[in-house]
């Protein structure tokens, strides 16, 4: 787990400082003798982001907040959690969508929302679904929603600056050249980062995983549970999946990676029963995980860690 820490911190340092140096390279183009101006129009971005995220966010899943005493058994789940992962109750949500999955976001662990879709509510048992919000919980303890949301900020600054450089750089008081090596240094590492994002993003679905394990579910359920989202997701029009591609990176799983993922998940389920049971995902645990090529590929381009090497990392934590 800490190595899993460790790693978001240098993460977070690396990042800055490549923003830190691209501004100042951009300064320095610019005859600014200092990079406040950039400086405070970044720290500008995030605050409009920190502040609107979560109404964009409702608005953009159809979050419908729960009433008191309104579906008693979902609210109960999520306070007993949140009394277990000792932080303030969130408020609890229902997202008008289809796709089977959850989500948690807020400004802050006083602010956190834990939502649910309409889909995942008939498809998941009580424990996997517990495993879920744990889950979900977990990123909310963590904090790790405001710093994703922070980090996702620097690729969008060097997009814009290699953007500017590119094609609007007043060519005729800097030179060409200088313009253009500044435009595609700022692309260059804007992709770079971009990686480094979705990386991070990776590590706190780790996170997360481990978190509600450590909230009393077992790795089996919600190993199970992912299954069952895997599995639903795949079942999905394709018109349901495109609909929530641009908020993915908030749900539990990626649903459009379902009907890929689901090829390789099937022969987990020995006996068929459409659940992952503590001795199937036992049977893991001596079993070595190999990713092609391929594989390889779309995790490095994904907000989610492969499928089947989160279920092998649940599996690590299944205890005889």
Same mark, same amino acid.
């Given at each position: 787990?800490?190595?899993?820490?460790?790693?978001?911190? $240098?993460?977070?340092?690396?990042?800055?400082?490549?923003?830190?140096?691209?501004?100042?390279?951009?300064?320095?183009?610019?005859?600014?003798? +200092?990079?406040?101006?950039?400086?405070?129009? %970044?720290?500008?971005?995030?605050?409009?982001?920190?502040?609107? @995220?979560?109404?964009?966010?409702?608005? *953009?899943?159809?979050?419908?907040?729960?009433?008191?005493?309104? +579906?008693? /058994?979902?609210?109960?789940?999520?306070?007993? $959690?949140?009394?277990?992962?000792?932080?303030?109750?969130?408020?609890?949500?229902?997202?008008? !969508?289809?796709?089977?999955?959850?989500?948690?976001?807020?400004?802050?662990?006083? #602010?956190?929302?834990?939502?649910?879709?309409?889909?995942?509510?008939?498809?998941? =048992?009580?424990?996997?679904?517990?495993?879920?919000?744990?889950?979900?919980?977990?990123?909310i303890k963590n904090r790790d929603v405001l710093t994703i949301t922070l980090l996702s900020v620097i690729p969008i600054?060097?997009?814009?600056?290699?953007?500017?450089?590119?094609?609007?750089?007043?060519?005729?008081?800097?030179?060409? *050249? +200088?313009?253009?090596?500044? @435009?595609?240094?700022?692309f260059l590492f804007y992709f770079l980062t971009n990686l480094l994002v979705l990386y991070a993003s990776r590590i706190r679905e780790y996170f997360a995983d481990k978190g509600s394990v450590e909230l009393g579910n077992?790795?089996?359920?919600?190993?199970?549970?992912?299954?069952?989202?895997?599995?639903? %997701?795949?079942?999905?029009? &394709? /018109?349901? !999946?495109? #609909?929530? /591609?641009?908020?993915?990176?908030?749900?539990?799983? =990626?649903?459009?990676?379902?009907?890929?993922?689901? &090829?390789?998940?099937?022969?987990? =389920? $020995? #006996?068929?029963? @459409?659940?992952? %049971? #503590?001795?199937?995902?036992?049977?893991?645990?001596? &079993?070595?995980?190999?990713?092609?090529?391929? =594989?390889?590929?779309?995790?490095?381009?994904?907000?989610?860690? +492969?499928?089947?090497?989160?279920?092998?990392?649940?599996?690590?934590?299944?205890?005889?």
């Amino acid at each position: 787990m800490w190595g899993l820490r460790l790693r978001m911190w $240098l993460l977070t340092a690396v990042l800055f400082a490549i923003i830190y140096a691209i501004i100042s390279m951009v300064s320095y183009s610019l005859g600014i003798g +200092n990079f406040y101006f950039y400086l405070i129009l %970044s720290l500008v971005i995030m605050l409009v982001q920190y502040m609107l @995220g979560p109404k964009l966010i409702e608005w *953009s899943m159809q979050v419908r907040y729960l009433k008191a005493g309104e +579906n008693q /058994e979902l609210q109960s789940m999520i306070k007993s $959690l949140a009394m277990a992962a000792n932080i303030p109750a969130p408020r609890i949500g229902i997202a008008r !969508i289809s796709v089977p999955n959850a989500f948690a976001f807020g400004r802050s662990i006083r #602010d956190g929302r834990i939502c649910v879709t309409e889909g995942i509510m008939g498809l998941l =048992d009580r424990n996997e679904l517990r495993a879920v919000l744990g889950h979900e919980m977990s990123h909310i303890k963590n904090r790790d929603v405001l710093t994703i949301t922070l980090l996702s900020v620097i690729p969008i600054i060097l997009y814009r600056i290699a953007w500017q450089f590119l094609f609007f750089g007043d060519r005729r008081d800097r030179g060409q *050249s +200088n313009t253009m090596v500044v @435009g595609l240094i700022a692309f260059l590492f804007y992709f770079l980062t971009n990686l480094l994002v979705l990386y991070a993003s990776r590590i706190r679905e780790y996170f997360a995983d481990k978190g509600s394990v450590e909230l009393g579910n077992k790795p089996a359920q919600l190993a199970s549970a992912l299954y069952k989202l895997v599995y639903g %997701s795949a079942r999905m029009p &394709k /018109e349901a !999946i495109k #609909d929530v /591609e641009g908020m993915k990176a908030f749900f539990a799983n =990626d649903p459009s990676r379902a009907l890929y993922e689901l &090829k390789s998940l099937k022969d987990l =389920d $020995l #006996d068929r029963s @459409g659940t992952i %049971s #503590d001795s199937e995902l036992m049977a893991l645990q001596n &079993k070595t995980v190999k990713l092609g090529f391929g =594989d390889k590929l779309m995790e490095l381009l994904s907000t989610h860690p +492969n499928m089947l090497k989160r279920i092998k990392r649940l599996s690590q934590w299944e205890k005889a």
